[in-house]
């Protein structure tokens, strides 16, 4: 008889969850109370009622710790910022009026005070608000929201961890604010912070909590010995408090590398680290250090980005391992489920078959319990999950879905020659100027415009068969027609045809090709109240039909300006999707780049003389650790370069990227070799103007002058101020004018006014340079 392993007491948990609710009550009621609708009381209880659903959920599932200070009405960054003090001058007198409208003027702005700059939080497509600190600044708790929201949960009866952003990443992530030195560096503020981080830790362990978390992601990214001493001291200082709950370092997202030891050395209490194959390495490095002696060790086995079943049995031999290693072993996902959907369960339009492939946040936790009790009690004790897991894994694998010979013979006869324009730039924007004969500084928009209740009401009557094709058709003709007409009145010279027929820049291309798989309900933050539903990428990819031609054709034939093809590039297609995890992302790449290369063919031979395929994800998707970066670069530029290499010399090829930072990049912005960039670069002042002057970088761009993501509408001086900034770095010849991104999620009011002052910007800035 086999003797029955000793349980160990591994727990399950996880560090932050969905906050949108099955239904985005979140952003509905934030949303009304924006508009007035809603008022702060009822904001408040419905997120009070999201909270105590998330947590009751975890623990009906088996999560033994749940999460508290994870929830947000806009972002845990800015939550971070309130909770020390790191209040903007220019917002003081909003918070101090009204700590929630404060709040939101530092998410948004007010039509008289900017907001926070906003940029990718590490490598994925959610959205932080940067901290703006200074050699002035003075932190002071807040965590009243934090105390309380713990409280919350252990009213419920359950256990509960406090989650912050750690002391460290939050000055990583800083910039510095407004008028101070661009050379000044946050990190030199770490010991005015840490007393915060004291207080508020002693205010956590007042109110019950056991173990609090600090998130320090930045430390998996490559990190100076000044920038590792820094953490070693505000790790030894807060873990030498008398006063304070265990203390739990979270790490995500990579491999923390050299920071292992660092950490590992201080008084903390336990780590929390990545397994996932995005952090590879950190095993071996965990056991290169001696392992965690006395020390609770949380493993990330879970990956908490993508959406595909675990492994289960590759992670429990994981975990097994990991048991040698450390004092305590739990069991997590690799990071906060903020980046999955809520619920793979609801999807009703997804084939069975291959809905058992996916798992959503609530199906990632019930894998996280699975673990932790094959773990505590052996494989006997989770024999059947494993099994059924098996068979998910097989019918995966021997899908047809997952390969077409067709797709993978046409990749494989991709030459060097494919992915590289038939002309060098300069004889290229030769005849782009004879051909398209644009004034100086030419304006046009980045893309979409305002999405109308009149068209959503469309869309939704098409899918509920309440209006058939042809009636749906006839309201996005009409829209067009508004939109070219507004653009003609305005002035604008390079038009656009406003994306009407479009629900999401990548979702709707997605829908048209074959390997993608959409979800009803699979909807993910990216900021704010913006969700989005990333695609699913399950198999081999390839474009049975034209996506975009009908449309654009139709838009030009209403004006005599030229009309933008409006794509979306190979890179943020895999990036702002679910991709296949059992293929290499350099062949999805290429698949994707040459479904796209078939639409642009399609457009320069329907008569489109200029075609954007937008890239903002570019910049996100960059690994990050510096020597993971260059193969990446190789195969996201190539791709770009292969989705556009086949067009004549006079086709004008731009590009967009937007909401990141673009400084560590240019050189691969350069080897895209598009004809045209448009960034995003009103919040940072033309930071990236600069960057690309620095560089020496020789093509056309377009610095955005207009923020659309917030509701302000910038005066035609301050568009004008901006773009003069831009005419340091970038010579009038090469200098667009246009927007930060496209502007769906703005209102038509604000929208005209807004472009009106673009454009009368623009004609005071030529008139200014050409001196009359």
């Not at 947590?55 to 806009?74: C, K, M, N, Q």
């Not at 020390?295 to 994981?318: F, H, P």
Request: proline residues 6%; aromatic residues 6%; hydrophobic residues 45%.
């Amino acid at each position: 008889m086999t003797a029955k392993p000793a349980a160990v007491a591994a727990r399950a948990t996880v560090y932050g969850y969905p906050r949108q609710g099955r239904n985005r009550e979140l952003k509905k009621a934030v949303e009304g109370y924006w508009k007035g609708r809603v008022t702060a009381d009822a904001l408040r209880a419905t997120a009070a009622e999201l909270r105590r659903s998330h947590w009751r959920e975890l623990a009906g599932a088996g999560i033994h710790e749940v999460p508290t200070g994870d929830f947000s009405y806009y972002d845990h960054v800015l939550d971070t910022s309130v909770m020390v003090g790191a209040i903007p001058d220019r917002h003081r007198a909003a918070v101090a009026a009204d700590d929630l409208d404060g709040y939101f003027a530092m998410a948004r702005g007010t039509q008289d005070v900017a907001p926070l700059e906003m940029t990718k939080w590490f490598d994925t497509n959610y959205h932080y608000l940067v901290p703006e600190l200074g050699t002035d600044t003075v932190f002071a708790a807040g965590a009243s929201r934090q105390v309380a929201e713990f409280r919350e949960a252990l009213a419920l009866g359950l256990t509960a961890r406090p989650v912050l952003v750690g002391p460290v990443t939050y000055l990583l992530l800083a910039k510095p604010a407004p008028g101070v030195a661009a050379d000044f560096e946050p990190l030199t503020l770490l010991d005015r912070l840490l007393p915060v981080y004291a207080e508020v830790l002693a205010e956590l362990r007042a109110a019950g909590a056991e173990w609090a978390q600090l998130d320090e992601p930045a430390l998996v990214q490559d990190r100076t010995p000044a920038e590792l001493n820094a953490a070693a001291r505000a790790y030894r200082d807060l873990g030498a408090l008398p006063d304070r709950p265990k203390l739990l370092v979270a790490s995500y997202f990579d491999r923390l590398g050299e920071a292992l030891p660092v950490l590992a050395k201080t008084p903390v209490e336990g780590l929390a680290l990545d397994f996932t194959e995005a952090a590879a390495g950190n095993l071996d490095a965990l056991a290169a250090v001696g392992g965690l002696p006395g020390k609770r060790l949380v493993a990330g086995v879970v990956n908490g980005r993508n959406i595909w079943v675990n492994d289960l049995e590759k992670s429990l031999a994981t975990l097994g391992t990991l048991l040698g290693l450390a004092d305590r072993v739990d069991v997590a996902a690799s990071c906060s489920l903020l980046h999955v959907p809520l619920d793979a369960a609801v999807e009703r339009d997804i084939d069975p078959q291959i809905l058992r492939w996916l798992a959503f946040a609530r199906q990632k936790s019930a894998e996280v319990v699975t673990l932790a009790k094959g773990l505590a009690h052996g494989v006997g004790a989770v024999s059947a999950e494993l099994a059924a897991n098996r068979a998910d894994l097989a019918s995966r694998a021997g899908s047809p879905i997952t390969r077409d010979p067709v797709v993978r013979a046409r990749t494989g006869a991709v030459e060097e020659a494919d992915a590289r324009r038939s002309q060098p730039y300069a004889e290229r924007a030769a005849a782009q100027r004879a051909h398209l004969r644009l004034p100086l500084l030419p304006t046009t928009t980045i893309g979409s415009f305002p999405q109308t209740d009149e068209v959503r009401t469309a869309r939704a009557a098409l899918r509920a068969a309440r209006i058939d094709t042809a009636a749906y058709e006839e309201r996005i003709e009409a829209e067009i027609r508004e939109v070219i007409s507004f653009q003609e009145k305005a002035g604008l010279d390079v038009l656009v045809h406003g994306e009407a027929e479009r629900n999401d820049m990548v979702q709707y291309f997605a829908e048209q090709l074959t390997g993608y798989l959409a979800t009803q309900h699979g909807w993910v933050q990216s900021y704010g109240t913006r969700y989005v539903r990333p695609p699913i990428l399950a198999g081999d990819i390839s474009r049975p039909e034209p996506m975009t031609v009908r449309w654009t054709t139709y838009a030009q034939s209403l004006t005599d300006r030229p009309v933008k093809g409006m794509l979306t590039g190979p890179v943020t297609m895999l990036a702002w999707s679910f991709v296949r995890d059992d293929q290499p992302r350099a062949e999805t790449a290429r698949q994707v780049a040459l479904a796209l290369r078939d639409e642009v063919d399609a457009l320069e031979a329907a008569g489109t003389s200029v075609i954007q395929v937008d890239e903002p994800a570019l910049r996100e998707t960059l690994p990050l650790r510096a020597a993971d970066r260059p193969a990446y670069l190789a195969w996201a530029t190539e791709a770009f370069r292969l989705t556009t290499g086949g067009v004549r010399p006079d086709t004008q090829i731009h590009t967009h990227m937007c909401y990141a930072e673009f400084g560590d990049i240019v050189q691969a912005i350069d080897d895209l070799d598009a004809d045209v960039i448009s960034l995003e670069a009103a919040r940072s002042h033309m930071q990236v103007a600069r960057e690309l002057a620095a560089h020496g970088y020789p093509r056309e761009a377009g610095p955005g002058v207009y923020d659309i993501h917030s509701p302000r509408v910038p005066s035609a001086e301050e568009a004008a101020a901006l773009l003069r900034t831009g005419l340091r770095a970038i010579p009038a010849e090469r200098l667009w004018v246009n927007p930060d991104c496209g502007l769906k999620t703005r209102g038509w009011t604000e929208t005209r006014t807004s472009l009106e002052n673009l454009f009368a910007a623009a004609r005071t800035v030529r008139t200014e340079l050409s001196g009359t």
